[in-house]
C-alpha cells in the first residue's frame, strides 16, 4: 500500500485477518482511512468470537490510542469488543482545588457613611474548603496589622480603612479516583489564604434646602437635607410653598456649577445664589471649610419649584 492510500472496508478482512492488524497496519503505513462507525462495527461483528491478541502501541510521540500511549502493551481480550471498549477509555487526572477565603462585616462596609461617623465592626470570616483540610484558624488585618479579635471601633476618614481575613488550614486528605481506576492522592497541603479587602470610608456631607433664616453656623445648616458627595453630582432642592430662602452647603473640595429652575421653563438662576464662606462640622464635630451659597426672593412661591443643582 501506498502512504495516504485510502482502504476500502470491504478489503480489510482479506488484507488484514483483524482489527488489531488493521490498527497496527494504519498506524505503519500513515494511511489516511474513511471508515464509519457502521463499518466499524461491521468488522467487529466478523471478528466476534474470535481472540483478540495483545499488541504493542506504535505511534507518534505526544498522541494516543485511548488510554495508551507510544510503547504501551494492549492486552489481550477473549473478543475484539472487549478489546476496543478497553482501547477507547481515556485517563483524565484528577485535580485538587485549593481553598477560598472572604470576610463580611456588619455593618457592611458598602454602606456610605458620612465622614467621622463613629462605627463599631464585628468582622467573619468565611472559609471554602474545597479540597483543603478543615479551617484551623482565623485572624483579622486591619490595613496590613494584625487586629487582636474579630472586632474594630474607628472614626470614618476620607482615606479609609482596609481589612482582610487569614484563614490557616489543614492538609487535605484523602483521594480522588478516575474512570479507569486510577488514584490520585490529595495534593493540597496545610496553609493560609487571604480574602479579598473591604474597605470602611466617609464621604464628606453637602446640605442644601428652604429655611426661614439664613443658616450662621453649623448647627443650623447640618438640620437641612443631607446627602454625601458620593452620591452623584446633580440633585433637586424643592423650594416648597412657605418658605423664602434656599440656600446650599457644599466643602471646599466641591464647586457650584449650575442651577435650573425646572418650573420656570428651565431658566438658568446659578447667580442668584450668592456665595459665602462657612466652617461645617462633620459627623465627628471635626471642622470643614466651605461655602454657603444662598437665594433669596421676597415671597414665597405659589408652587413648589425644583431647583436642579449641578455641582463638581
Not at 87 to 108: C, H, K, R, V
Amino acid at each position: 500500500m501506498e502512504p495516504n492510500e485510502q482502504i476500502k472496508i470491504s478489503e480489510i478482512p482479506s488484507q488484514l485477518p483483524n482489527l488489531t492488524d488493521f490498527i497496527a497496519k494504519a498506524n505503519d503505513d500513515g494511511l489516511a482511512t474513511k471508515t464509519t462507525i457502521e463499518e466499524i462495527v461491521k468488522i467487529i461483528q466478523q471478528n466476534t468470537g474470535s481472540l483478540a491478541p495483545s499488541f504493542v502501541v506504535s505511534i507518534p510521540e505526544g498522541q494516543s490510542l485511548g488510554k495508551y500511549k507510544n510503547g504501551d502493551t494492549v492486552p489481550e481480550f477473549a473478543t475484539v469488543q472487549e478489546q476496543l471498549k478497553d482501547i477507547g477509555q481515556i485517563a483524565i487526572p484528577q485535580t485538587f482545588t485549593e481553598p477560598l477565603a472572604d470576610i463580611t462585616s456588619t455593618p457592611n462596609s458598602l454602606d456610605s457613611l458620612e465622614l467621622g461617623t463613629s462605627l463599631s465592626i464585628d468582622f467573619r470570616g468565611v472559609f471554602i474548603q474545597n479540597d483543603a483540610g478543615n479551617a484551623t484558624g482565623t485572624i483579622y488585618l486591619k490595613d496590613g496589622l494584625e487586629l487582636p479579635s474579630n472586632t474594630d471601633i474607628i472614626k470614618l476618614t476620607g482615606d479609609g480603612f482596609d481589612y482582610r481575613a487569614s484563614i490557616s488550614y489543614d492538609a487535605g486528605t484523602g483521594f480522588k479516583t478516575d474512570a479507569l481506576g486510577n488514584i490520585y492522592p490529595n495534593t493540597i497541603q496545610s496553609g493560609t489564604v487571604e480574602s479579598g479587602i473591604i474597605t470602611f470610608k466617609g464621604y464628606e456631607a453637602i446640605f442644601f434646602g428652604s429655611v426661614s433664616s439664613k443658616p450662621t453656623s453649623s448647627i443650623a445648616v447640618r438640620v437641612l437635607d443631607k446627602r454625601l458627595t458620593n452620591s452623584g453630582n446633580t440633585f433637586i432642592l424643592n423650594t416648597g410653598t412657605t418658605e423664602t430662602i434656599f440656600c446650599l452647603w457644599l466643602p471646599d473640595s466641591k464647586t457650584l456649577v449650575s442651577v435650573i429652575d425646572l418650573d420656570a421653563l428651565n431658566a438658568e438662576i446659578t447667580s442668584g445664589y450668592i456665595i459665602e464662606p462657612l466652617v461645617v462640622n462633620d459627623a465627628n464635630n471635626t471642622p470643614i471649610s466651605g461655602n454657603l451659597y444662598t437665594m433669596q426672593q421676597g415671597v414665597p412661591y405659589d408652587v413648589n419649584h425644583r431647583h436642579q443643582i449641578t455641582i463638581s
